[in-house]
């Protein structure tokens, strides 16, 4: 019944400005202005500090802010109510996800809850660990998805798989002939590794670290397609687990060979959600994934 005023507030307290909040909302920066300024001679106290370069949130505007922000989840979850009454079988899914998953297995998963539910909403944020993390706890995000993330409370691993990390190269590699393969035999060539944002690269310098060697990567992203790409075009080699590559092993462009080095831990893919999420089509898109991964063995 207050959305546009909560919704101006919630966005002027992320952008810390009013201006950008109103490029944002493609609302004129002096009618949301005027609307914060009204709240502000009713409510009889400041919400924002106005300084120089931002707008800095006062503790009575934090506390108006988490208000509007716990209204806005509870309406978005009573309009999906409204809309299950009514018998439309839409709705929204919000996912947070990191780079792995949203490679394949998660086209793969959406592309068949599409065949189903084609009037779903589908909407996929590519965040790291502690944004992803936050999102879902926030209820920003209705399911995480991602490698190794930590158990906490008030959320519910739905399903996890564990992976193991390995080399990767292209099909053409002078190294794609043998089963496994060593960390010696990878530091002889151009490597493309995960920098330190990825939940890959603890698992590697562990394995260095290990056998007393020294990780000198030629590339470091954050980008599991360009760790791809460069694989393939060239005769560098990526260190990523099967469930990173589902797409290029299926059509041969590269290949994985587990290390032949023991002791290394596997990664693990979780599905978390919040406890009090009720979203019913977290539940449908949790038995695609499932489904998918039972198939890929």
Not at 208 to 215: D, I, K, S
Not at 246 to 259: A, D, M, N, V
Request: charged content about 20%; proline content about 4%; overall charge neutral.
């Amino acid at each position: 019944m207050h959305s546009r005023i909560l919704l101006y507030l919630d966005t002027v307290a992320r952008c810390g400005s009013i201006r950008k909040a109103g490029e944002q909302l493609n609302v004129a920066s002096t009618a949301i202005n005027r609307r914060i300024l009204a709240l502000e001679e009713e409510l009889g106290t400041q919400l924002f500090q106005r300084l120089p370069r931002k707008l800095v949130l006062t503790a009575a505007g934090e506390l108006l802010v988490a208000h509007a922000r716990e209204t806005m989840k509870a309406m978005t979850h009573t309009r999906r109510l409204i809309e299950e009454t009514r018998g439309l079988h839409r709705g929204e899914l919000t996912i947070a996800a990191m780079a792995g998953p949203t490679s394949a297995l998660l086209p793969m998963a959406l592309a068949d809850l599409r065949r189903t539910h084609g009037n779903v909403r589908v909407h996929v944020k590519m965040l790291g660990l502690h944004e992803l993390m936050r999102a879902v706890h926030e209820g920003d995000a209705d399911l995480g998805i991602g490698f190794d993330l930590p158990r906490e409370t008030g959320l519910n691993v739905l399903a996890s798989r564990a992976a193991q990390l390995g080399a990767v190269m292209s099909i053409n590699h002078p190294l794609a002939y043998q089963e496994s393969v060593g960390l010696k035999d990878c530091d002889a060539w151009p490597l493309v590794v995960g920098d330190s944002t990825m939940a890959i690269r603890p698992h590697l310098e562990a394995l260095y670290a290990r056998l007393g060697a020294t990780l000198l990567p030629t590339i470091e992203t954050n980008s599991i397609e360009l760790m791809c790409k460069m694989a393939m075009s060239d005769e560098a080699i990526t260190f990523l687990t099967p469930l990173d590559i589902i797409t290029e092993l299926h059509t041969r462009k590269l290949k994985y060979l587990p290390f032949r080095d023991t002791g290394l831990r596997p990664q693990h893919l979780a599905l978390v959600a919040h406890a009090r999420n009720t979203n019913p089509l977290v539940p449908l898109l949790v038995d695609r994934i499932e489904s998918l991964l039972s198939d890929l063995g």
